[in-house]
Structure formats: structure tokens, C-alpha cells
């Protein structure tokens, strides 16, 4: 049976498969283009509540919010003593550097263009706002938890970093600013990054707990311990304590 961190990985290989597939059927116009047109022109209907949902995977919101998240757990891990501190708030951040250089290329050699409801231009695959909100936002909640007390504390963080993701993605797709596979596709490709993320962060979690479990631990020897415990005898005479020889009486 494979280990924990093997099947952590073995798990982002389905999203790593479909995002390959639908990038393959982007740069080759395939025929899964056809229902993804058909499914944007029912769903596009621009109006302002679909812009501020889609605003919500600018840089200028998203990107603040995990750099102000990184900086409270950085703050908080080492207020704590922990060694390696600053390495759950730099690992965040790398990922979010690493969208616009994953993104930006595709974008180019893609080459997509955008729905009817924006001006005509290419490069619209995959959403770079769905990527950039599906990062910051779910970096923010990995590099959060450590530091929640409860279990509804924890959950709710993440339920809110997900509702997030979603409006962001609605609200492209409803403003017509990005056709449905580009959002999904970002969604496989942040899905890895973040998977990623996580599994750096469950390694220094238990790199953080393991000197504290070693330390809880009872010195053991190889030399067994004396038994302090009384054994108990059916014997009466084994009980009362020895007096010596009897003297012998003499007989008349």
C-alpha cells in the first residue's frame, strides 16, 4: 500500500492530466471547444456584480491578501520558537510567482481569443484571474490553518478560500471576460501548485513535531528494571520474618 505522501502526489496527476488535455485541445482548435462556446453564450450576461466578482482575482486584491496572511503566520512561527519560521510564508508566495510564469507563455502560444462580449485580442487561455485568486487565496488558508484553534475555525478558512475561488471564476464567465475551459483549466493547474504547497507544508509540519515527540519520550535502556512490586505467597510462614535457629529444649 502506497505511503501518505505518495498518494498526496499520485493525487495531482489527475488534475495534471486533464489540464494537459484541455490545453491540447486549445492550441489544436479540438472539438471540445464547440459544447465550451455553446456553454459561454448561456452563461455570459454582463453586468456590474459579475465585474466585482471577477475583480476579486485582480492582483490588487488577491495578491495583498496572501502577503498579509504570509506576514501574520511568519509573525506567529516565530513569536513561537519555530526554526525554520519564514519557510511556510516564502513557499506561499513562490507559488503565486510562479502563476505568471506558467500562465503569461501559455497565453502566447495559445493564442485564444476572447468571447463576443470582449473586444477582439487573443491570449485569453488559461484566466490568469482565476489563477491568480485559486492561488492567493488558497496559499492564505494552507499557511493559516497551523494557527487555528478549532476545527470550525479551520474549516470555515478553507470553505471561505473556495466560495472565493468560485465568484472569482463565476464572475469571469459571466462578464464574458473568459470562455468556461480557460477558468476550469486554471482551476487543474492551481490544483497542482497547490498540492504542491501543501506537501511541502505537511513535510515541515512533521519535521516541526518530530524533536517534540522524541523529546516526550522515556529514556529506555537495555537493562531491565527491577520489579518493586511485594509477591504474594500462599505460604503463612513466608510472611513473618526469620528469628534464627530454634533453640532445642532439653528433655527431663
Do not use: N
Amino acid at each position: 500500500m502506497p505511503s501518505r505522501p505518495t498518494r498526496a502526489v499520485l493525487g495531482l496527476l489527475p488534475p495534471a492530466l486533464l489540464f494537459a488535455l484541455i490545453t491540447w485541445q486549445v492550441a489544436a482548435d479540438g472539438p471540445l471547444l464547440r459544447p465550451d462556446e455553446r456553454l459561454s453564450r448561456a452563461l455570459v450576461h454582463p453586468d456590474r456584480a459579475s465585474e466585482l466578482l471577477a475583480d476579486l482575482g485582480g492582483i490588487q486584491v488577491a495578491v495583498p491578501v496572501l502577503v498579509l496572511v504570509a506576514g501574520y503566520a511568519a509573525w506567529r512561527g516565530r513569536a513561537a520558537g519555530e526554526a525554520r519560521w519564514w519557510v511556510p510564508s516564502l513557499a506561499a508566495l513562490a507559488v503565486l510567482l510562479l502563476v505568471p510564469l506558467i500562465v503569461v507563455p501559455l497565453k502566447v502560444w495559445t493564442d485564444r481569443p476572447g468571447t463576443p462580449a470582449v473586444p477582439p485580442a487573443t491570449g485569453y487561455y488559461p484566466s490568469g484571474h482565476t489563477a491568480t485568486a485559486a492561488v492567493a487565496y488558497g496559499a492564505a488558508a494552507l499557511v493559516l490553518l497551523p494557527w487555528l484553534r478549532t476545527a470550525s475555525a479551520r474549516w470555515l478558512t478553507l470553505a471561505t478560500s473556495a466560495l472565493l475561488v468560485l465568484a472569482v471564476s463565476f464572475g469571469l464567465v459571466r462578464r464574458g471576460y473568459h470562455w468556461p475551459l480557460d477558468v476550469v483549466a486554471s482551476w487543474c493547474l492551481c490544483a497542482v501548485l497547490l498540492g504542491a504547497l501543501w506537501l511541502l507544508l505537511e513535510r515541515e509540519r512533521q519535521a516541526r513535531e518530530r524533536p517534540r515527540t522524541a523529546a516526550g519520550r522515556p529514556c529506555q535502556t537495555g537493562a531491565p528494571r527491577p520489579s518493586t512490586r511485594t509477591t504474594r505467597t500462599s505460604d503463612p510462614s513466608a510472611s513473618r520474618p526469620y528469628r534464627g535457629a530454634r533453640k532445642p529444649q532439653d528433655t527431663p
